[in-house]
């Protein structure tokens, strides 16, 4: 009997404590409630308080931000047109590259046709030259064929005239 009764006083011990553990459970659970309500309010005090002392600091800081934002912002356009342009100079220079040695090519060529031209004025000169040359030459020839042939015509009629006289 003594140890049942034993055990129920154990019993009723530990129902005991289990009672005020319970009983601290909820007074802890309810001092965190205050505890979080308070630390809302003394949250929300002090965002008051930021906003009300900083407001005009935090407004300049974004006015600031976004003026470095636009600044970036610009001069990464102004790089960009700047590289373009770039692309372009490089693009011109290899064009008047290209130009000048297509130029230099057509000189060449030029050069080239000029003395061709000139090599045939100078055959078409010798030629033309050789031409009156030989007009000249077949001019004379014909003049002493002319006047060959009067003096073979001369002399045969004076033969004829012997022969029959």
């Given at each position: 009997?003594?140890?049942?009764?034993?055990?129920?006083?154990?019993?009723?011990?530990?129902?005991?404590?289990?009672?005020?553990?319970?009983?601290?459970?909820?007074?802890?659970?309810?001092?965190?409630?205050?505890?979080?309500?308070?630390?809302?309010?003394?949250?929300?005090?002090?965002?008051?308080?930021?906003?009300?002392?900083?407001?005009?600091h935090q407004a300049k800081r974004e006015l600031?931000?976004?003026?470095?934002?636009?600044?970036?912002?610009?001069?990464?356009?102004?790089?960009?047109?700047?590289?373009?342009?770039?692309?372009?100079?490089?693009?011109?220079?290899?064009?008047?590259?290209?130009?000048?040695?297509?130029?230099?090519?057509?000189?060449?060529?030029?050069?080239?046709?000029?003395?061709?031209?000139?090599s045939l004025a100078l055959q078409i000169k010798?030629?033309?030259?050789?031409?009156?040359?030989?007009?000249?030459?077949?001019?004379?020839?014909?003049?002493?064929?002319?006047?060959?042939?009067?003096?073979m015509v001369r002399w045969e009629k004076k033969?004829?005239?012997?022969?029959?006289?």
């Amino acid at each position: 009997l003594r140890s049942r009764h034993g055990i129920e006083l154990e019993l009723f011990r530990v129902d005991e404590q289990q009672d005020e553990q319970r009983e601290k459970s909820t007074a802890l659970k309810e001092e965190a409630k205050v505890l979080e309500s308070q630390a809302k309010t003394m949250e929300m005090s002090w965002k008051r308080t930021v906003d009300e002392l900083y407001a005009s600091h935090q407004a300049k800081r974004e006015l600031y931000q976004h003026c470095l934002e636009r600044r970036i912002f610009q001069r990464q356009q102004h790089t960009q047109m700047l590289n373009e342009m770039k692309a372009d100079e490089k693009d011109l220079i290899s064009q008047k590259e290209n130009f000048l040695v297509e130029a230099k090519e057509a000189d060449n060529l030029e050069i080239e046709e000029d003395e061709a031209v000139s090599s045939l004025a100078l055959q078409i000169k010798a030629t033309l030259t050789k031409k009156a040359t030989l007009r000249r030459s077949l001019k004379a020839t014909k003049e002493s064929y002319c006047k060959a042939n009067n003096e073979m015509v001369r002399w045969e009629k004076k033969c004829l005239k012997k022969s029959s006289a």
